[in-house]
């Protein structure tokens, strides 16, 4: 089986920074939608037009993640044709982390 994390939107961001050596600092944000398994069978067929139905609705919430480790949960928002996040829940970071 794979493991399929298709909605996966990836953004590069650099944030002003009142400390000038971290406004040069990049860190690449993911936001997941959702998940879904599939045999690699399927997988190796995909093509344009294909849909890979996932693990969620659009009212649940997504995973924000920041060079891969989880920092946030939001939900998507639609105005027009143009795609945001709004961030509900700051996790709490993990131990040993900065």
Same mark, same amino acid.
Do not use: C, F, Y
């Given at each position: ?47 344009? &037009? ?8 659009? #009212?649940? +919430? *997504? !995973?924000?993640?920041?060079?891969? @480790? $989880?920092? /946030?949960? &939001? ?8 795609? #945001?996040? +709004? *961030? !509900?829940?700051?996790?709490?970071? @993990? $131990?040993? /982390?900065?």
């Amino acid at each position: 089986m794979v493991i399929w994390n298709h909605a996966i939107l990836h953004l590069s961001v650099q944030v002003a920074s009142p400390v000038p050596t971290l406004d040069k600092v990049s860190v690449d944000l993911m936001v997941v939608l959702g998940t879904t398994t599939m045999p690699i069978h399927q997988v190796m067929r995909l093509s344009r &037009g294909a849909i890979i139905e996932l693990d969620a609705t659009e #009212a649940d +919430e *997504v !995973k924000i993640l920041a060079n891969t @480790l $989880p920092i /946030a949960s &939001g939900v998507v928002l639609v105005d027009r044709n143009r795609i #945001a996040v +709004e *961030v !509900k829940q700051m996790l709490p970071k @993990l $131990p040993g /982390a900065r």
